[in-house]
Structure formats: C-alpha cells, structure tokens
C-alpha cells in the first residue's frame, strides 16, 4: 500500500463546532477566516488551542487502508479493522501527526511572542455524516512571553495560526545498505547524491519539515519519510481572559487570622457564559 500517495491527496480542514464552550469557541468570519477565542489558563500565559481537524480522504476505502496500518494515533472509537489477518505485512511504520506554528502576533499594546509547547491528536473519529472524512481532535499548549522573557497573560493578542498534517514513514535500513558496509567508492557517491539533494531542496539533508512537500533524512539504521500536505489550515487566534479575578485584604478584627476577599467577575472579552 502506498500510503503516502493516499494520504497526499487528502484535503485537510478545520471546522467549528457548533457547540461553542468555554475551553474553545471557533468561527467562520465574513471574510471566510477562522477565528478561534481560546482563554488563558492563569497568569503565566499558558493557552490551550482546541482544533476540530478533518481529513478527507477520496474514498471509504483508501481511509480503511491507512488505518488498518495503524497510522493514527489514538484509532478513530468508532472503527474496528475488516481484516481477520491483523494489519498487513510490511518492514515500514507509519504515522499522522499535526504541526503547528505561529506566523504573526499582534493586537497586544506590548511587544510579546507566543511559541508553540506542544501538539497532541486527543482523539479520532470517522464522521458520522461522511465517512471518508477522519475527524481529527487535536490541542496545542501556547505560551505567551513578554519582553525581558516574562511569561504572562497579556490581554488583546492575536495570532494567525498556521496547522499541517504530516505523515511519517519509518523503514528499516537493509544491512547492505549502511554505510558501514559500503565500499569507500560507495560511501563518496552516497554523499555525492545526499549533497546534491541538499543543494536542490536548498537547506541541509538532515533538516526537519521545510517548504517541500516531502523530505527524507538517512541514517544508518532507518530511512524517515515525511510528507506533508501542502495545503495546511490558517486560522486566527484570539487570547482572551475568561474571568478577572482580584483579591485584597479585609480591615477590621482578624482574632489572629488573615481574611481575604476575592472577586470573581465576567472579563467582558467575549459572550460566553462563565
């Protein structure tokens, strides 16, 4: 099975839920932009981004083949392999997982960078209204820094989000095929080819995901194939605060403790009820 063929002709999307909550509220624009209110979870700038990904694939059958390869990680809870023979025989491992990165700040009244932490698939489903699509649920940990390295909730920012799916094919080198055991003649024209193909891609042969649809790095003991899709999901993001909370100190007789008020209100930064 040439997974990746069936995987680079897949479409990749976002869509909103239609259900909107306080962890992640998405929308569609008049403009067609995705807009995406996702809050902060304290003061140190920590932001959880929730992505309702789909992957459509052109029929029921080529999605099937991917997964019965166990390309997906978690498994759709809602699919269970056709074959009796458990997944088909091969010397290669596949996997799907989701890149993020932030192309743009801005909004904020400060100079402030927002880095991606990390990038997870929660969990998978096929879709229930079509079932070529894969239904991809998918959070990415964000946080927020000022300048002078401060971490901090800063109000009013915005990013435009950029989300590629990419797939990742791990093969087992063949002895005969190490560089231990080839020829010095052998070795120069390995390192003749992998030169030249760092000259045509423009950047190093060991280099991560680059603007090439697929890259491939060698080592002695493997061969990884990454292939992404080349047209990924672009949204806008926009941090808010759910609630303001304060908290002051209470005059008066404390008969030896501390009392302390805290105020919990709305932040007024968006329409959902918290």
């Given at each position: 099975v040439d997974v990746a063929s069936l995987f680079s002709t897949c479409t990749f999307v976002c869509e909103p839920s239609t259900t909107a909550s306080v962890a992640?509220?998405?929308?569609?624009s008049s403009s067609s932009t995705l807009m995406i209110d996702?809050?902060?979870?304290?003061?140190?700038?920590?932001?959880?981004?929730?992505?309702?990904?789909?992957?459509?694939?052109?029929?029921?059958?080529?999605?099937?083949?991917v997964l019965e390869l166990g390309c997906i990680h978690p498994m759709p809870s809602n699919w269970s392999s056709s074959s009796d023979n458990g997944p088909p025989a091969t010397n290669a491992s596949y996997s799907v997982s989701v890149e993020?990165?932030?192309?743009?700040?801005?909004?904020?009244?400060?100079?402030?960078?927002?880095?991606?932490?990390?990038?997870?698939?929660?969990?998978?489903?096929?879709?229930?209204?079509?079932?070529t699509i894969l239904c991809l649920n998918v959070r990415s940990d964000l946080r927020v820094v000022k300048q002078g390295d401060i971490v901090s909730s800063v109000a009013g920012v915005k990013l435009n989000f950029e989300v590629s799916a990419i797939l990742t094919k791990v093969q087992a080198t063949r002895p005969t095929e190490s560089k231990?055991?080839?020829?010095?003649?052998?070795?120069?024209?390995?390192?003749?080819?992998?030169g030249l193909h760092a000259l045509y891609s423009g950047r190093p042969q060991e280099s991560k995901i680059n603007s090439l649809s697929s890259t491939t790095t060698r080592s002695a003991s493997n061969v990884i194939t990454k292939t992404k899709l080349a047209s990924p999901v672009i949204c806008q993001v926009n941090l808010l605060h759910a609630i303001n909370v304060s908290a002051r100190t209470m005059n008066?007789?404390?008969?030896?403790?501390?009392?302390?008020?805290?105020?919990?209100?709305?932040?007024?930064?968006?329409s959902l009820t918290v």
């Open positions: 992640n509220a998405a929308k569609v996702s809050f902060y979870l304290d003061s140190a700038g920590r932001v959880q981004v929730f992505l309702p990904l789909r992957l459509k694939f052109a029929s029921r059958e080529e999605l099937d083949k993020a990165r932030v192309k743009m700040t801005f909004g904020a009244s400060e100079a402030v960078m927002v880095t991606v932490e990390s990038v997870s698939i929660e969990s998978s489903s096929i879709s229930d209204t079509d079932e231990d055991n080839l020829s010095e003649v052998a070795k120069e024209r390995l390192s003749l080819a992998e008066g007789p404390t008969m030896g403790h501390s009392w302390i008020a805290v105020e919990i209100q709305h932040s007024n930064t968006h």
